[in-house]
């Protein structure tokens, strides 16, 4: 993660998600630019909560690691997002996992700042409401999904959501390798149970192996089967 204090950018994402609507301007001066790459953590489950977050760009995926160690799917985040609201309200460590599923820019305003000058300020505490209820949405969502679709669902919904953005601008074909194991986790099933999935979205063609990883190929039927779960 890379920290830039001085950024034409911190001004430019404040205006484009119109943030000075609920942030006072003795804020502003104290917010920093984090840079995360692909596949870096931007926070872990029982850390310490030093900056409220807000997602500006890219993309990235929200887990909680259970007691038995496992992992289990909660979101996916997409600008605008705000990490560590929950944790906020409550003053507890950090309760998820969040790792960037492609580059991704947040705005990071210390902790003792927001409870300092925000806290008592109507215009954003109406705003952390508004994204608590959000959550709280998204997660009974996501329960009913577990609960409710197949697996050939939440895997097709999570491959569009891991590994596609744009597919009128790419000429690449899309590859999916990771560790099959934490998707399994993630989705709730079993790695036998994911393997076998796997293996009937190659016989219809929706997915093909090559060496050590898998390379969509039939991207309009893989969008059928995802219905959109979990956007």
Do not use: W
């Not at 300092?116 to 705003?127: E, V």
């Not at 790695?191 to 929706?206: D, G, K, V």
């Amino acid at each position: 993660m890379n920290k830039v204090f001085d950024s034409d950018l911190i001004p430019h994402y404040i205006n484009k998600y119109a943030l000075h609507e609920f942030l006072t301007p003795d804020i502003t001066p104290h917010i920093q630019l984090h840079v995360f790459e692909k596949h870096e953590h931007i926070c872990r489950d029982n850390e310490p909560l030093d900056y409220l977050l807000l997602l500006v760009k890219g993309k990235a995926k929200v887990y909680c690691t259970l007691s038995n160690g496992k992992s289990l799917l909660l979101s996916f985040y997409r600008p605008l997002n705000t990490l560590g609201d929950i944790e906020l309200s409550s003053e507890n460590t950090l309760t998820a996992n969040v790792q960037a599923l492609e580059d991704v820019h947040c705005l990071a305003i210390p902790r003792y700042m927001v409870e300092q000058h925000l806290m008592n300020c109507p215009l954003f505490l109406r705003y952390l409401c508004a994204s608590l209820g959000k959550k709280l949405n998204r997660l009974s969502i996501n329960s009913s999904i577990n609960t409710l679709y197949q697996v050939e669902n939440r895997l097709a919904s999570y491959l569009l959501a891991t590994v596609v953005e744009d597919t009128s601008t790419c000429s690449e074909p899309f590859v999916f390798k990771e560790n099959l194991t934490h998707v399994a986790e993630l989705l709730g099933t079993s790695y036998r149970h994911l393997l076998r999935t796997i293996s009937h979205m190659c016989q219809t063609q929706i997915l093909k192996k090559q060496d050590n990883h898998y390379i969509i190929h039939d991207m309009k039927s893989l969008a059928a089967l995802a219905t959109d779960l979990y956007n």
